[in-house]
């Protein structure tokens, strides 16, 4: 493990750093505390009882926890890969923090439900994952839930940024190799950066450290959406790309059904979430999609 910034406490553990989340949350947590940034070569999550050994040396004040499985068609062929990494690692950590008074904060997703509704899905609303993925990751919610500690599980959708595999680096590539991409038009959701993830959980780190009260965080403990606002489609987005990396010079974007795109794993049509609760309870001002967008292409 590496000591990024070695001080006094609290501690604050940080996994999957590497990933697109990760690396912005290793950033933005600095100077809130110790951070202790774990990557796969230092800490192998799929090995659960070092899991628990490193927690109980360590004796972090918060867990926070990005890492996943987020490989969603592999997933549904790779299903013991998927819960190990989703559920069973979110679990072991959750068991470890109601053991020692830790708070963990920890990431799911808009693919623990359906995609049926028809508006934005609020907390409350009723889960129904249509792949292995959300599957597994609302088993780490469920998990993570009946251990009672302090968490908070922070669900998110259609993330990006400017490292790792995703959707925005994926049409910067092929923007070099085409002219032309046909993209699905009929899911809809908001694109949202790692980096507005990052800063967001920062913004509630440094609110439940400044009150110096673990019931603070016990009386919040819960789920929580945080997403960009507003909604777009994958089409919508791929325009919106182009349109401000290359000045509209890019390729020709072209609106396709999702039964054009066969893949093995299915997608909700509606990704939408309502972000009123996270910005009530935190006083979060999230930005639009198109705004986080152009912030992180500026960057």
């Not at 799929?46 to 987020?70: C, F, G, M, Q, W």
């Not at 597994?136 to 998990?143: I, P, V, W």
């Not at 940024?161 to 993209?183: C, P």
């Not at 790692?194 to 780190?205: L, P």
């Amino acid at each position: 493990m590496r000591e990024v910034d070695v001080g006094t406490e609290p501690t604050i553990l940080v996994t999957g750093v590497n990933g697109q989340v990760g690396y912005e949350l290793l950033r933005s947590l600095q100077g809130l505390g110790r951070v202790v940034a774990c990557d796969r070569s230092m800490l192998d999550l799929s090995d659960l009882e070092r899991v628990r050994s490193v927690v109980r040396e360590l004796k972090p004040t918060i867990i926070v926890n990005p890492a996943a499985y987020t490989a969603v068609d592999k997933a549904e062929t790779d299903i013991d890969a998927a819960r190990r990494m989703n559920a069973d690692v979110p679990r072991v950590f959750a068991e470890e923090a109601a053991r020692s008074g830790a708070t963990l904060i920890h990431y799911s997703t808009d693919y623990v439900f359906d995609g049926t509704k028809d508006g934005a899905y609020a907390e409350t609303d009723p889960t129904n994952p249509q792949n292995v993925y959300g599957l597994t990751k609302l088993e780490g919610e469920q998990a993570i839930a009946a251990t009672g500690c302090a968490h908070l599980i922070l669900r998110t959708s259609w993330v990006y940024g400017r490292r790792g595999k995703n959707f925005l680096l994926t049409m910067l590539k092929l923007a070099e190799e085409r002219s032309e991409l046909r993209v699905v038009a009929d899911q809809v959701g908001a694109p949202t950066w790692a980096n507005t993830i990052a800063a967001s959980t920062a913004h509630i780190v440094a609110q439940g450290l400044a009150s110096r009260d673990d019931d603070w965080w016990r009386s919040r403990s819960g789920i929580y959406h945080l997403a960009s606002g507003g909604e777009t489609s994958w089409c919508g987005f791929a325009q919106a790309i182009f349109s401000i990396a290359k000045n509209g010079a890019g390729p020709a974007v072209i609106p396709i059904p999702a039964s054009d795109y066969p893949v093995p794993a299915a997608r909700p049509g509606n990704s939408r979430l309502s972000t009123r609760k996270v910005s009530e309870a935190f006083g979060l001002h999230l930005p639009t999609w198109d705004e986080a967008l152009r912030l992180c292409l500026a960057a």
